[in-house]
T-cell receptor, first 115, second 111 residues
Framework: GENVEQHPSTLSVQEGDSAVIKCTYSDSASNYFPWYKQELGKGPQLIIDIRSNVGEKKDQRIAVTLNKTAKHFSLHITETQPEDSAVYFCAASKGLTGGGNKLTFGTGTQLKVEL | GAGVSQSPRYKVAKRGQDVALRCDPISGHVSLFWYQQALGQGPEFLTYFQNEAQLDKSGLPSDRFFAERPEGSVSTLKIQRTQQEDSAVYLC?????????FGQGTRLTVV
């Protein structure tokens, strides 16, 4: 089955700096890669996703890149703010080919944005 | 509804007790998923429904875990004879296409 690895496990940045979280996946058939933000005591919240036919996607301060050949994808947050502090999870699935959207998650990155 | 709703938010069960966790998906969403999230870990897939049909239950850890969605909307995850290792947050997600939206989860503590 699919295996997703995520690094780093913790990341501390100064407010205004950029943060980068990297993930690799094992199953070349995976074609959908969402990123979730999870705050304490809450469920994961979808913040951005990318499909396998696209190399990069941006949404304001958040961007995701995908390298299908190397089987890795990354989350980039620019101009970080204290409210960006949370745990971030990457995930992978074969959702675009039907059969549901069973997600395999990485182990999470605790991002702390310091003032 | 506006989002995925799960109840109860917290559940404390004595070892050996049966529990039932409820999920109300986003109205009209065909797909419903259950995940288990241990402390400090990412969610792990348990089972998947398309309408009322349970199409994948490969992630259920034992036959003590049972899920149903009889009318294709609300779903219940039942755990029989709870054990300490069942302590976790149980997350429900629903999807109307590719994106999956999660509820806040039920934190189960088995004592």
């Amino acid at each position: 089955g699919e295996n997703v690895e995520q690094h780093p496990s913790t990341l501390s940045v100064q407010e205004g700096d950029s943060a980068v979280i990297k993930c690799t996946y094992s199953d070349s058939a995976s074609n959908y890669f969402p990123w979730y933000k999870q705050e304490l005591g809450k469920g994961p919240q979808l913040i951005i996703d990318i499909r396998s036919n696209v190399g990069e996607k941006k949404d304001q301060r958040i961007a995701v890149t995908l390298n299908k050949t190397a089987k890795h994808f990354s989350l980039h947050i620019t101009e970080t703010q204290p409210e960006d502090s949370a745990v971030y999870f990457c995930a992978a699935s074969k959702g675009l080919t039907g059969g549901g959207n069973k997600l395999t998650f990485g182990t999470g990155t605790q991002l702390k944005v310091e003032l | 509804g506006a989002g995925v709703s799960q109840s109860p938010r917290y559940k404390v069960a004595k070892r050996g007790q049966d529990v039932a966790l409820r999920c109300d998906p986003i109205s009209g969403h065909v797909s419903l998923f259950w995940y288990q999230q241990a402390l400090g870990q990412g969610p792990e897939f348990l089972t998947y429904f398309q309408n009322e049909a349970q199409l994948d239950k490969s992630g259920l850890p034992s036959d003590r875990f049972f899920a149903e969605r009889p009318e294709g909307s609300v779903s219940t995850l039942k755990i029989q004879r709870t054990q300490q290792e069942d302590s976790a947050v149980y997350l429900c997600a629903s999807s109307g296409g590719t994106e999956a939206f999660f509820g806040q989860g039920t934190r189960l503590t088995v004592v």
